[in-house]
């Protein structure tokens, strides 16, 4: 059975849909922009959006079944990194 969805186009979200779809603060979600530890976004305009393809990637970083789980993802605060935390030694 072929995809439905395959041929619509991504559905974009504006900040404010996109943070309420994320569980968290408009203000959260502007500052993770900000910092580049939050999802991909794209500028049309002068308009932020979001595909809700890349918020569900984003939130998905930080998925894990155990607090000893190893190797996973981490979806870090909304702040500037660290030079470790971005990597760089």
């Given at each position: 059975?072929?995809?439905?969805?395959?041929?619509?186009?991504?559905r974009l979200l504006r900040t404010p849909d996109a943070a309420r779809f994320?569980?968290?603060?408009?203000?959260?979600?502007?500052?993770?922009?900000?910092?580049?530890?939050?999802?991909?976004?794209?500028?049309?305009?002068?308009?932020?959006?979001?595909?809700?393809?890349?918020?569900?990637?984003?939130?998905?970083?930080?998925?894990?079944?155990?607090?000893?789980?190893?190797?996973?993802?981490?979806?870090?605060?909304?702040?500037?990194?660290?030079?470790?935390?971005?990597?760089?030694?």
């Amino acid at each position: 059975m072929a995809d439905l969805k395959a041929d619509l186009p991504p559905r974009l979200l504006r900040t404010p849909d996109a943070a309420r779809f994320l569980g968290i603060s408009l203000r959260t979600l502007e500052k993770h922009r900000t910092y580049g530890t939050g999802p991909i976004y794209r500028k049309i305009g002068g308009r932020v959006v979001y595909a809700v393809e890349d918020l569900q990637a984003w939130s998905a970083i930080g998925a894990r079944k155990s607090t000893r789980d190893k190797d996973v993802g981490r979806v870090f605060p909304a702040r500037r990194l660290t030079p470790a935390e971005r990597g760089e030694h």
